[in-house]
Structure formats: structure tokens, C-alpha cells
């Protein structure tokens, strides 16, 4: 079945057109046959009419049949840019007056189209871009009219009730997945809001804790600072109370240099006075000699002269005695006189010995004599 050419098989009125594309008419020979019916070679739009009314016919015949979904496809030779094309499908089903259109399927890159056809088989052919056209998914049959023929395609009842059930099933399948899907989503809504309640907590805590640090560091901070300022304060007071007892020694120190140095001068002074009255008492004793060492001697002397005077005559007993005592006093004065001599020749000292200097001396020869008296 070839397309038809108005200048061949006659003229189409532009009312006609219309229709025919209203209609979803195949511009076939079979449209055309109803404009030889009238002699007039000219489709007019009664034409067009008669044609729709014979087409609704044959689809109001098939609704009491037993309908196969089946799905046509047309395969580009070359699909670069075929997704752009005009495809229609023409079939024997129609009394090739139906015109059915194809969608493009760019997961496979075919042109497809779902018809419900009664079983059996079925001739058919595309229309691509206005011109006739066979897929090479299909079969093909001489269409006796010197072409590149028809698609042939046989199409079983059992398929009908296979593919019924199927599509019950799938329709089933495509409720359970879809519900499934629903559920999955569902769920996956209800862990999402749950990990965003999870990550808000988290973060709250987050924030808590990182608030809690905060304080504490600033606890410890301000701990910190007032324990090194009591320590500074500490340091302070422990470098000035060593300032203050540095001081006061070196003060104390000074002090004591100062009492040593007067101690000293004091001293110096009390020895140079010391040596001054000494050596003037030197010079003094030197100029009038010491005679309470002398006042034993002359006291014995006295007392023996006096005892010798009033017991009468002197006896030899009595002058024994006084010449005992004065021997021995006279000999010891002058050594104790030429002691003095030689000592002040020699060191330039004017006082006696210390034996003749004495203050018990002149008691001590008191009592000797007051000894010698009385025997």
C-alpha cells in the first residue's frame, strides 16, 4: 500500500484536508477509493466523511473481539537525528484508513506505538516524514503493488490473556513497588527527621558543652590570674620585707661601725689618757719618791729606840733585836732604792717596785715589829 498522490488519483479539497487530519485518516489508496466511487475523482470532505464512518464501523466490530495490546516499533537506520522525525503507523486492522502516531523512546532510539489489535495477523507499514517505510524489527510480505512491501505481524489470543494477566500482575507489582516506595520513603523521611533531631541534639550539646568549657577556662583563667597575684603580691612582700631586713642590717651594720669606730676612738683616747697620766704620774713620782714603803723602816726604828730608852740600859738582847730589824731594813731599802735607780736609768720610770709600792707593807712591818717587840 502506497501513499496516495493527488496527481495521480485525483484532487483533495482543502475542506478535505482538514477532515482528513480530524479524522486521523491515512492519505492511502483505499482514501481514495471513496472518491472514484463518485466518478469525480476529487476527495471532497463527504468523502472523508464516508471513510470515518466505514473506520468507525470496523472499530465498533473489534470492540465485541478479544483486543491484544501490542506495541509497534520503528528503528531509525540511522538515529543521529531521528528523535526529530514525523513517524505514523498504517495497518490492514483499519482498512488502512487509521493513522496511528509514535512517540520517540530515546533509552532504545526507536519510535514505538501501543495498539490493541484483534489476533491474527496483520499487515502494516510506517509513514516516516511523509514517506512509506518498513522496520526491520518485523517481517515483511509482497503488498502486490511493486513495492519494498508490508510488515507482517501475527498476534495470538493466549498472548492477549498472558499479557493480561501480566499486566494485572505488573499493574500489581507496579502498586506494590509503588507502596513499597511509599514506605521506603516514608521511613526514609522519618530517619531523616530523626538524624536532623540526632544533629540538632548534637549540636545543642555541642554548643552546651563548648558553653560549659568557655566558663570553666574562664574560671581558670580568673584563678590563674588572682593566684599569680597573690603570688606576685607574695613576692613582692617576701623581696620587700628581704629589702627591709637588707636594710635594716646595713643600717645595724653602720651603726655598729659607727659604736666601733666611737668605741675605738674612745678607746684610743682612754689609752692616750691612760699613757698621759701615766707617764705624768711617772714624772711626778720621779720628781717626790714614794716613802710608804720607807714608813715600816723608820716606824721600827722608833719603836726600838723607845723601847730601848725606857726599860733602862740597853741590853745586848734588845740591840740584837733592833740591829736584826734595821740590818735587814736598811740593806733591803737600799737595794730597793738602787733597784729604783737602775730601772729609771734604764726605762725612764720613776715608781719603786711593786713589793715596795705595796699598801700591806707598811702593816705587815707594823706587825713584824710589834713581833719582835714582844720577844
Known sequence: MEAADPAVYGKVEPEAMAAIAKAKLAPTRRLFEFADADHDAVL???EVESAAKVLQQLRDEQTSQQLVPTKLVYRPRVPGEASAWNVSVVGDWSDWLEMHDTRWNAAECVFECQIELPAGLHEFKFIVNNAWDTSSDYGLVDDHCRTSG???LHVYAADAQGKEAARKTAAEAKKAKEELYREIAAEAAAAKKAQEELRAARETLARRRAAEEAAAKKAQEEQDRK????????KKAQEEQKARRIKEKEEKEVR?????SVDASLEAAAEEEAAKKAQEDSKTAAKSPNWHGFVPLVAAAGL???KALTSGPIQAGTLFHVR???APCSAAWERAWQQRQEKVEDEGVTRLPKWAQS????PVTALWVLMMWMT
Not at 593566684?227 to 607574695?234: I, K, L, M, N
Not at 655598729?256 to 666601733?260: A, D, H, L, P, T
Not at 699598801?359 to 707598811?362: F, H, N, S
Open 150 to 152: 508490508n510488515n507482517c
Open 227 to 234: 593566684v599569680a597575684a597573690e603570688a606576685a603580691g607574695a
Open 304 to 306: 726600838g729606840a723607845f
Open 44 to 46: 471532497g470532505v463527504n
Open 256 to 260: 655598729r661601725k659607727k659604736e666601733w
Open 359 to 362: 699598801p700591806l707593807m707598811a
Open 324 to 326: 736584826g730589824f734595821v
